[in-house]
């Protein structure tokens, strides 16, 4: 069975998108999701270590996961912002995590977690000018997740244009980086959409701040998981001169949410202004962030901003349970780290510096360490997620099927 998931407002270009399926032998199903209530996911993670299999929020997306149980193929339709899919497609996106459970295990060399049922392959229709080579990356690296395989990008628009390549993501090293003197003030918007209690971000933040602080300077923090924040964080983003976003790595790119704020901000600025990035992921590898930071490269110019660089950095999943005293003396390290490197943009003024290129750290696990971890690693791993859950108040195998 082949799922669509017309993400477009009004259910647009329907008619369209059947005639792409016409003739096709498997079964087709095709729901419009603007006549669906669904919201942002949380990264609340109670759909691994809680609830197995079942998202803590209940509206249509229901729906959506019982027939995903059944699918083999499953393609996204969304219109672009900023070259890349909008909020409304991956919000979609974002919620496909119970089909995943907790446990991890590598799959062609890359950290992973566990199908919870089965392979997924993926594809993705799109209206605009999309940034095509980001989103055929990006398409790949999502099948990947589901352990399926691409199943290609597809543009709705017969005209459709390329991105100009000034708003094209490029490599790090040729990004323009303005030689600014040490910045007085930051904002600093986290851009996680979990609450600002149990936010990894928001831990990640303070700790680099306090390097800031270090340094004589001061910052002003809006957390985009409330509400009510957006409107001073907007005005915010538009009248000073430098400005840090940071944001958790979701589905292979930003949350959702975070892509709601940026499509609201206005392009032109009352004066101008540096923007950087901080960018992290549960999994300890870098690369699994690149795609990620390379859209991120693409959005200061688009925002109608110079480029600050992006601080990339995986190992993040543990910081949310620092209460216990074992797991707070593990991450203390990696805090510290940001505490060092709020010193260094300090010094800086963007994250173009060698200790931010140093700061990732491994780029790929070895292949004695993926051997390492699946003779002894990988069980002490699954048993600590067990542990974890009971804590939450789980009563159920964590990769349990419910649908």
């Known amino acids: 069975m082949t799922l669509v998931l017309n993400t477009l407002e009004s259910g647009d270009c329907s008619e369209q998108i059947k005639a792409l399926f016409a003739g096709k032998k498997e079964e087709i199903e095709i729901i419009n999701t603007a006549d669906l209530k669904i919201m942002h996911c949380m990264g609340c993670n109670n759909c691994w270590l809680k609830t197995p299999g079942v998202c803590a929020i209940k509206d249509d997306y229901e729906i959506i996961l019982k027939k995903l149980v059944n699918a083999e193929n499953f393609w996204v339709v969304a219109d672009t912002k900023f070259g890349f899919i909008d909020y409304r497609g991956k919000r979609v996106l974002d919620r496909v995590v119970p089909m995943l459970n907790m446990y991890i295990e590598f799959r062609d060399g890359w950290e992973r977690h566990q199908l919870r049922y089965h392979p997924l392959n993926f594809g993705f229709i799109y209206k605009g000018n999309g940034n095509r080579e980001l989103l055929e990356e990006w ?4 099948a990947r997740n589901m352990a399926g395989h691409s199943l290609g990008v597809i543009s709705l628009d017969q005209n459709e244009k390329e991105m100009p390549p000034e708003t094209a993501a490029t490599p790090i090293e ?11 003030h930051i904002i600093i918007i986290n851009g996680s959409p979990r609450v600002k209690k149990n936010s990894n971000t928001n831990k990640i933040i303070q700790a680099f701040a306090e390097g800031l602080a270090k340094a004589g300077i001061t910052h002003k923090l809006y957390s985009l998981s409330n509400h009510a924040e957006w409107d001073e964080a907007r005005e915010a983003f538009m009248t000073n001169d430098n400005i840090i976003i940071a944001v958790p790595l979701f589905v292979e790119c930003l949350p959702s949410l975070s892509l709601e704020f940026l499509s609201t901000l206005p392009t032109e600025r009352k004066q101008p202004a540096k923007l950087s990035f901080i960018l992290h992921g549960g999994f300890d590898e870098g690369h699994q962030l690149r795609l990620g930071e390379k859209f991120l490269q693409s959005l200061p110019a688009q925002l109608g901003c110079t480029c600050g660089g992006v601080l990339v950095k995986g190992g993040s ?5 620092r209460e216990n005293s074992y797991i707070k003396k593990m991450t203390d390290k990696m805090l510290a780290s940001y505490t060092a490197m709020g010193r260094s943009f300090a010094r800086n003024g963007s994250f173009s510096s060698s200790e931010a290129k140093k700061f990732t750290g491994f780029e790929k696990n070895p292949k004695i360490g993926i051997l390492l971890f699946n003779l002894i690693f990988k069980r002490i791993v699954k048993k600590n997620f067990e542990r974890m859950a009971q804590e939450w ?5 964590l990769d349990r099927k419910p649908y």
Do not use: D, I, K, S
């Not at 999943?317 to 349970?321: G, P, V």
């Not at 108040?393 to 195998?397: D, K, P, S, V």
């Open 139 to 142: 398409c790949m690296r999502v």
């Open 393 to 397: 108040g789980c009563t159920e195998q």
């Open 174 to 184: 040729n990004v323009a980086l303005e030689t600014a003197a040490t910045p007085e």
């Open 317 to 321: 999943f543990l910081l949310r349970n």
